[in-house]
């Protein structure tokens, strides 16, 4: 099984609808995040957390909430999604000192 | 904050060349710096990190070093295949500021048979 697992892998949406993008991981890790990656390549921090009380914003929050449900557990939320929010998103963990951040395999949204 | 850059965004190789993805950074509290593959379809992945007190590390094909004084560092892979042809992303991590790591832009580099 893979350390970091995001559901769902694909997933198409309708404007204005509300979406949950889940994540969880095997690594033990206390910190994860969410990244979003655009077709210009780059890796925009969505939300971070470092550990099930914690919860930070990241530098593109607008528009999106977290849950760190347990230690293993953080989800992504487009309360309403638009379609500028088309993106491939990412999960990751790593240690308390940032080393070994490890990504999920990415959820790829489009809003129509 | 850190401000990490990258370059090129758009790398293209023959089989056999070496690459070179270069990144700079703008704090000079950052001391590690690794850096990650992404393959179509895939999550990035660690493929080498160094640490402000080295200033060369190689693993096979694939080698970075680090000029703490200019600030920068860089990825050399060495006799590329076509399978090298990915997404490589840098990045800076500072001891403090909740240690977290900043990205590059990202280079996708392109290894034509």
């Known amino acids: 099984d893979a350390d970091v697992t995001q559901t769902p892998r694909n997933r198409i949406t309708k404007t204005g609808k509300r979406i949950m993008l889940e994540c969880s991981q095997t690594?033990?890790?206390?910190?994860m995040y969410w990244y979003r990656q655009d077709p210009g390549l780059g890796l925009r921090l969505i939300y971070y957390?470092?550990?099930?009380?914690?919860?930070n914003k990241g530098e593109i929050s607008d528009g999106y909430s977290v849950s760190r449900q347990a230690q293993a557990k953080f989800s992504l939320s487009l309360e309403s999604a638009i379609p500028n929010q088309t993106a491939l998103y990412f999960c990751?963990?790593?240690?308390?000192?940032?080393?070994?951040?490890?990504f999920g395999s990415g959820t790829r949204l489009t809003v129509v | 904050g850190e401000n990490v850059e990258q370059h090129p965004s758009t790398l293209s190789v023959q089989e056999g060349d070496s690459a070179v993805i270069k990144c700079t950074y703008s704090?000079?509290?950052?001391?590690?710096f690794p850096w990650y593959k992404q393959e179509l379809g895939k999550g990035p992945q660690l493929i080498i990190d160094?640490?402000?007190?080295?200033g060369e590390k190689k693993d096979q094909r694939i080698a970075v070093t680090l000029n703490k004084t200019a600030k920068h560092f860089s990825l050399h892979i060495t006799e590329t295949q076509p399978e090298d042809s990915a997404v490589y992303f840098c990045?800076?991590?500072?001891?403090?500021?909740?240690?977290?790591?900043?990205f590059g832009g990202g280079t996708r580099l392109m290894v034509k048979p």
């Open positions: 990751a963990t790593s240690g308390s000192q940032g080393y070994g951040y490890t």
């Open positions: 690594k033990g890790h206390d910190r």
């Open positions: 957390s470092f550990d099930v009380k914690d919860i």
């Open positions: 704090d000079s509290a950052s001391n590690y």
């Open positions: 160094i640490r402000s007190n080295v």
């Open positions: 990045a800076a991590r500072k001891n403090n500021a909740g240690n977290m790591l900043t």
